[in-house]
C-alpha cells in the first residue's frame, strides 16, 4: 500500500477527501516541522542554561517524576484513542463513534493540561517562578508552549466537531481530522523530547 | 489492510511506546544508574521512541513512502542537529572560556 | 507609571513633535525638525493615497479585485508594491544618514544620537525584512507558478495570510514614524541593549512585533511555496525540467521554513524577557546575552541566502533570454543552489568570531565560511558561459546583470577576506563590514529584483516598461553604489567604526562626502525608477505587448497573454523537456487550439481574511508595544474567531465556465495572428508587440 502522506491515509475509496488530503496534509507536515525546528531550539537553549540556577530552585527540588509519569501517559494515551477515532473515519464506523473517541482524547488532553497547570502552581509555590533564574527562564519557555500547542490542538478539535454537527462528515471534516490528528501525534513526539531533555536530563 | 489490522497496529505502537517511556523514568527516580549512563539510556529510548510513533501513529515507511516525505523528515533531522548541537557547543565552549 | 487602562503607556510624548518641544539645543531641534519632517511626509502621502482612491472610487475595487483576491499573482504585485514603497523610506533614511556622517565631523550634523540610532535601526529592518523579503517573495509569487505549469500555489487563502502578516509588519514600522520612538538597537536588536533596563520605552518593542509579524508571514510564504513546487508541477515537468528560477525559489523557500523558527525564538524570548521579566539574555538572572547573537544568526545567515537565491534565479533567466541561448550548466546550477542552502546553515558564527569562544570553533565556522564561495563561483562562471557565444541583448535587465556580475565578485571576495577570523577581528564593527554586505546585498539582491521586475513587468501588465528611463536608473544604481559603498570599505580600513553619528577624524571627510554623493544618486535612481513607471503608464499603448511574449522567452509563462488571465493556462499544461515554452516555438505548436477543448476551472474564491489578518496583526502589534491589553486581547481574539470561522466555509472555490476560458482563448489567437512577428532587432521598439520570431528560426533566415 502506497502512503500518499504522513499520518493515517484515508485510502482511494474516500475520493476526493484522499486527493486534497495529500496536498493538505503535506503542507501541515512541512508546518510541523518547521515548529520542530522551534522546539529544537528551546531545548537547545534549555540544555545551554541547565547550570544556570543562579542561587534559585534547581530541577531537584521543582520537578515532580510522578505527575509527569502520569501525564506522559496521559499524552501517549490520547495519541492511541486519536488513531482510534482517525480509524472510525476511514472505516465509516459512524458519527458516533468518531465523536466517542474524539471526545475521549479530548479529556485526556484535557486531563494532561490540568495535571501540568498543578505541576505549574506547585512550582510557582516553590519559588520556581520564570523571573528567578536562566534555567527557569529558559524551563518556562518551553514546557508551557507545548501545553499552548496542547491547548490549541484541543481548542480546533472543538472546532471541528462543530463543523461535524453542521456538515456531517464531509470532506472538510475529514481532511481537517486528518490534520488534527497529524498535530496530535507530533505533540507527543515533542513531549518526548521535553520529558528526555527537560525532565529527565534535569533530574539525572 | 483491515480495521482489525491496523487497529492492532496503534496498539502495538502504544504499548511500545510505553515499555520505552516507563522505564527510563522509573530509572531517572531510582537514581540506580550513574548519570552519563542514565542520559545515554533515556536518549537511546528517546530516539527509538519517536521512530516508534512514526512508523506506527504517523505511518512513515522507508519504502512506499513518498519521496517528498521522507526529504523533509531527513533534512528536518540534519537542520536540528546542526542548530541544536550547534547551540549546545557554542554556548557550552563560551561557559568553558568565561 | 501604571499604564493606563485604555490608552496603555501610550501619551503625548509619543507625538512626533515631543522632540521639537523639549529641544534643549539647536541639535536636538534639527532633530525633531527632521523626525517631524518625516513624519508628516509619511502621512501625507496616506492622505494622498487615499485622496486618490476616494476621487476615483477605488475603495471598492482595491477591496474586491487586489485585497481579498486570493489569485497568486495579484497577490505578488501586492507584494512588490510593498516592497517599493518601503524601499522609498529606506533609500531616504539611507540618505539622511549619509548626510549625517558628511555633516558630523567635529560635533556637527543634524541628528541627535538617539535619532541616528532609530534610522539605522528602521534602515536595516526595512530593507531586510520589508524591501527584500516581500520583493522577492512577491516575484515567487508571480512567477513560479506559472513556470511550473500550475493554476495557482497550493494554498491561495494562507498566501493572502502571509501577505496580510507582512503588511501588518511593514505598518507597524511605519507607524512607529509618527507615533515614536522606534528601537535604537539596530536591525539585529541585540540585548543588552534592548532589554528593558536600557530601553524601558516603546521602541524595541515595535521591533519585536514588526520582525515577529513579518517572520510568520515568511515561514508560511516558504510552506506555501515548497509545497506547490513538489505538488503543483504540470505533467511532464520534472524537477530536472524546472526553469532555474523555480529551482531557487525552491532553496529559498526550504530556507524560510527552516531559518525563520530562530528568529521567531530570538523575538520571542526576547518579548518574554521585556514583558515578563524573564532572564534569557538579560546580564543577571543568569541570563546570557550571546544565546541571543548564537539565535538571531541561526536565522540571520541562511537570511542572506533567501536574500541572495532568487535574485540568483533571476540572473538564471535574464542571461539565457538576453543571450538567446539555454543556460550554460543547467545540472551544476542546480547542484550548486542547493550546495548552497545547505551550506547556509553551517556557517552562522561567522557573524560573531569576535564574541569570545575558542579558536578552534571559530576556524571550523571560517573555513566553512570560505567553502560557500565554491558554488558561488560556479554560478558566476555558468552566467559567463551562458553569455558566450550567444546573441547578447543588452537590455535594461542586461545593464543590471553585468553591473552585479563585475560588483558581486568583489563584494564576495570582502566576504572571504571577512571570513578568516583573524582578519574579522581587525575590522569587526567597521564600515568594511557595512561596505560588505551592502556590496552583496544591493548588486546581488536589489538590482536582481529590479531586472526581475524589469523582466516580468509586461507579463503582469501588457506593457513594457520604458527603456531609455530604465537605463538612467540602472546607470545611477550602479554608479550610486560604487560611489557609495566603495569608500566605505577604506573608511572601514582606515577605522571608522559603524553606526557612528559623530567623529572628530579629520582624514574621513573627503571619503564620508564621496559616499554623500553616492547616497544622492541613488535617491535620483530610486525616482528614476518613479518616473519610469509613470512614463510607462502614459506610453503603455506604444509599449504594449498583448500577446505576451516580448522577449523571445523560453519558460512557460511566456506562453500567456499579457496580461495573464486569472485561471493562467486554458488548459493543463504538458512538456517534454526543460526552455519548454521554447521548444514548443520551435516546433510551432505554441499557436494551436488545444488537444481536447476547453473545460471548467476552479479558481479560490475571494476572501476576507487575509485583510482581517492584516488590520489585526498591525492592531495587535500596536496594543503589544504601547501596553493596552484590552486591544491586544481583542484582535488575537479576532484572528482566531476568523480562523476557526474559515473552517466552517465549504464554497472556497468558483468556477469559470469552459465557454469564457475559449471565448478568452479565441480572442487571443485572434489577436497573435493579426500581429506581426517581431525581431530581437526590433525588440525594444513600439513594432514588439509581444509576439516573437524565435531565435533559432531568426538565425536560419
Known amino acids: ?204 | 489492510m483491515s480495521v482489525k489490522k491496523e487497529r492492532r497496529s496503534y496498539l502495538i505502537g502504544y504499548v511500545l511506546a510505553l515499555i520505552l517511556t516507563l522505564p527510563v523514568l522509573g530509572l531517572t527516580a531510582s537514581g540506580a544508574l550513574p548519570r552519563g549512563t542514565l542520559l545515554w539510556v533515556a536518549g537511546v529510548a528517546a530516539v527509538v521512541q519517536i521512530a516508534v510513533h512514526f512508523r506506527f501513529f504517523l505511518h512513515i515507511r522507508l519504502k512506499g513512502q513518498t519521496r517528498e516525505d521522507l526529504h523533509l523528515i531527513l533534512f528536518t533531522t540534519l537542520i536540528l542537529a546542526l542548530m541544536g548541537g550547534g547551540t549546545i557547543w557554542i554556548m557550552a565552549d563560551l561557559a568553558a572560556r568565561m | 507609571m501604571t499604564p493606563d487602562i485604555l490608552l496603555g503607556r501610550l501619551d503625548a510624548s509619543a507625538l512626533p513633535w515631543h522632540e521639537i518641544t523639549e529641544a534643549e539645543n539647536r541639535l536636538q531641534l534639527l532633530s525633531g525638525i527632521v523626525g517631524l519632517a518625516a513624519a508628516l511626509l509619511a502621512v501625507v502621502a496616506a492622505l494622498a493615497v487615499a485622496a486618490i482612491l476616494t476621487r476615483r472610487r477605488g475603495w471598492g475595487p482595491l477591496w474586491r479585485d487586489w485585497a481579498t483576491s486570493l489569485d497568486h499573482k495579484k497577490i505578488g504585485i501586492m507584494y512588490v508594491v510593498v516592497a517599493f514603497a518601503m524601499l522609498a523610506r529606506g533609500v531616504a533614511e539611507a540618505a539622511v544618514m549619509r548626510l549625517q556622517q558628511a555633516l558630523g565631523a567635529d560635533g556637527g550634523g543634524i541628528l541627535t544620537p538617539d535619532h541616528f540610532g532609530q534610522l539605522f535601526s528602521t534602515h536595516g529592518t526595512i530593507m531586510i525584512f520589508f524591501v527584500a523579503m516581500p520583493f522577492l517573495t512577491g516575484l515567487i509569487n508571480f512567477v513560479m507558478p506559472m513556470q511550473i505549469g500550475a493554476r495557482d500555489v497550493s494554498f491561495p487563502l494562507l498566501n493572502s495570510v502571509s501577505l496580510g502578516l507582512t503588511v501588518a509588519g511593514a505598518a507597524l514600522v511605519m507607524i512607529s514614524l509618527v507615533i515614536q520612538p522606534f528601537s535604537t538597537g539596530g536591525w539585529s536588536g541585540y540585548p543588552p541593549f534592548t532589554e528593558i533596563s536600557f530601553q524601558p520605552g516603546a521602541g524595541p518593542d515595535y521591533w519585536i512585533w514588526a520582525v515577529t509579524l513579518s517572520s510568520l508571514g515568511s515561514t508560511l510564504s516558504g510552506i506555501n511555496f515548497t509545497v506547490t513546487i513538489y505538488k503543483e508541477r504540470c505533467e511532464g515537468m520534472r524537477l530536472m525540467r524546472m526553469p532555474m528560477f523555480c529551482w531557487t525559489s525552491l532553496c529559498t523557500s526550504i530556507l524560510m521554513i527552516f531559518a525563520m523558527p530562530p528568529l521567531t525564538v530570538a523575538t520571542g524570548l526576547l518579548a518574554l524577557d521585556r514583558y515578563l521579566g524573564f532572564h534569557v539574555f538579560t546580564n543577571d538572572g543568569g541570563g546570557n546575552v550571546m544565546l541571543f547573537a548564537n539565535l538571531f544568526w541561526l536565522f540571520g545567515h541562511p537570511e542572506v541566502y533567501i536574500l541572495i537565491l532568487p535574485a540568483f534565479g533571476v540572473w538564471s533567466e535574464v542571461f539565457s533570454t538576453f543571450s538567446g541561448k539555454g543556460i550554460y550548466g543547467y545540472f551544476t546550477l542546480v547542484l550548486a543552489t542547493m550546495c548552497i542552502a545547505v551550506l547556509s546553515f553551517t556557517v552562522w558564527v561567522h557573524h560573531f568570531f569576535t564574541m569570545g569562544q575558542s579558536a578552534d570553533l571559530n576556524a571550523v565556522f571560517g573555513i566553512a565560511t570560505m567553502t560557500i564561495s565554491i558554488p558561488t563561483g560556479v554560478k558566476i562562471y555558468d552566467w559567463m558561459l551562458t553569455m558566450y557565444r550567444g546573441r547578447v541583448r543588452i537590455t535594461v535587465p542586461m545593464v543590471y546583470a553585468v553591473g552585479f556580475l563585475f560588483l558581486f565578485v568583489l563584494g564576495g571576495m570582502s566576504g572571504v577576506l571577512l571570513a578568516n577570523p583573524s582578519i574579522d577581528f581587525q575590522v569587526h564593527n567597521t564600515l568594511f563590514l557595512v561596505a560588505h554586505f551592502h556590496n552583496m546585498l544591493i548588486p546581488g539582491t536589489l538590482f536582481g529584483m529590479i531586472a526581475g521586475y524589469t523582466l516580468w513587468f509586461p507579463k503582469a501588465f501588457g506593457f513594457r516598461l520604458d527603456d531609455r528611463w530604465g537605463y538612467r536608473a540602472a546607470g545611477l544604481w550602479i554608479v550610486g553604489f560604487i560611489l557609495a559603498f566603495f569608500p566605505l570599505y577604506l573608511l572601514g580600513l582606515m577605522g571608522m567604526p559603524r553606526r557612528l553619528v559623530g567623529f572628530f577624524e579629520e582624514g574621513w571627510l573627503p571619503l564620508t562626502l564621496a559616499a554623500l554623493a553616492g547616497a544622492g544618486c541613488i535617491v535620483l535612481a530610486v525616482i528614476a525608477l518613479g518616473v519610469q513607471l509613470a512614463v510607462s503608464i502614459r506610453r503603455r499603448e506604444a509599449l504594449a505587448v498583448p500577446v505576451g511574449d516580448p522577449w523571445d522567452g523560453r519558460s512557460l509563462e511566456w506562453a500567456l497573454p499579457a496580461p495573464a488571465p486569472e485561471w493562467n493556462f486554458p488548459t493543463d499544461p504538458v512538456v517534454n523537456g526543460r526552455d519548454a515554452f521554447m521548444q514548443l516555438k520551435r516546433q510551432g505548436g505554441h499557436l494551436d487550439r488545444p488537444e481536447g477543448g476547453f473545460g471548467d476551472i476552479r479558481v479560490p474564491r475571494e476572501s476576507a481574511i487575509g485583510p482581517i489578518v492584516a488590520v489585526a496583526g498591525t492592531a495587535a502589534g500596536f496594543a503589544l508595544t504601547w501596553y493596552i491589553w484590552w486591544l491586544a486581547a481583542l484582535s488575537v481574539a479576532v484572528i482566531v474567531g476568523a480562523m476557526i470561522a474559515r473552517g466552517f466555509v465549504r464554497d472556497a472555490w468558483r468556477t469559470i465556465p469552459a465557454a469564457t476560458v475559449e471565448a478568452h482563448w479565441t480572442a487571443w489567437r485572434a489577436l497573435a495572428d493579426a500581429t506581426p512577428r517581431v525581431r530581437r532587432s526590433d525588440e525594444l521598439r513600439p513594432a514588439n508587440r509581444g509576439h516573437a520570431v524565435p531565435a533559432a528560426e531568426e538565425r536560419s533566415t
Not at chain 1, 118 to 145: C, R
Not at chain 1, 182 to 199: E, N
Open chain 1, 1 to 204: 500500500m502506497n502512503t500518499r502522506h504522513p499520518g493515517l491515509n484515508l485510502g482511494a475509496h474516500h475520493g476526493a477527501a484522499d486527493d486534497a488530503a495529500e496536498v493538505e496534509i503535506f503542507g501541515f507536515w512541512v508546518f510541523m516541522m518547521s515548529d520542530a525546528v522551534l522546539f529544537g531550539l528551546l531545548m537547545a537553549t534549555y540544555v545551554s542554561f541547565l547550570g544556570a540556577t543562579h542561587g534559585g530552585p534547581g530541577p531537584q527540588t521543582l520537578f515532580d517524576l510522578r505527575s509527569i509519569t502520569v501525564q506522559t501517559v496521559l499524552l501517549l494515551t490520547s495519541s492511541l484513542t486519536m488513531g482510534l477515532a482517525q480509524l472510525a473515519m476511514k472505516h465509516e464506523e459512524g458519527t458516533r463513534r468518531i465523536v466517542v473517541w474524539l471526545l475521549v482524547s479530548l479529556g485526556l488532553g484535557g486531563a494532561f493540561l490540568a495535571l501540568e497547570m498543578h505541576d505549574f502552581l506547585s512550582m510557582i509555590d516553590k519559588g520556581g517562578v520564570p523571573q528567578a533564574s536562566g534555567f527557569l527562564s529558559a524551563y518556562w519557555a518551553l514546557v508551557p508552549l507545548h501545553g499552548l500547542h496542547v491547548a490549541s490542538a484541543g481548542l480546533w478539535m472543538l472546532a471541528i466537531l462543530g463543523q461535524m454537527a453542521w456538515y456531517g462528515v464531509d470532506d472538510g471534516v475529514k481532511t481537517g481530522l486528518l490534520r488534527l490528528g497529524v498535530l496530535w501525534h507530533f505533540l507527543d513526539v515533542v513531549w518526548i523530547g521535553i520529558f528526555t531533555i527537560v525532565f529527565v536530563g534535569g533530574l539525572a
